[in-house]
């Protein structure tokens, strides 16, 4: 019974609150840019710019950073 009557008395207040919000019109975008998507597509893979941003063995084989999460 406490909780309804808690509940009933937010529910008055908020109710109260939003009467002294101003009623306001729809909003309007000046641009048709608000929601673009663009095309999913995949971009070429530069193996030549990989392995010049990396660390290469003598078997060719990349050294790269163990992730801290991996015992």
């Known amino acids: 019974m406490k909780i309804e009557k808690e509940a ?7 109710s109260e609150a939003l009467k002294d919000i101003p009623d306001l019109e729809e909003t309007h975008y000046m641009v ?5 998507s663009r095309e ?3 971009e070429d893979k530069n193996p030549e710019k ?3 941003n990396t660390q290469v063995d003598e078997d060719g084989n990349l050294i ?3 992730g801290k999460w991996v015992k």
């Open 64 to 66: 790269v950073e163990k």
């Open 50 to 52: 990989i392995m010049r």
């Open 40 to 42: 999913d597509c995949a």
């Open 32 to 36: 048709d840019n608000v929601n673009l």
């Open 8 to 14: 009933e008395k937010i529910l008055q207040s908020f």
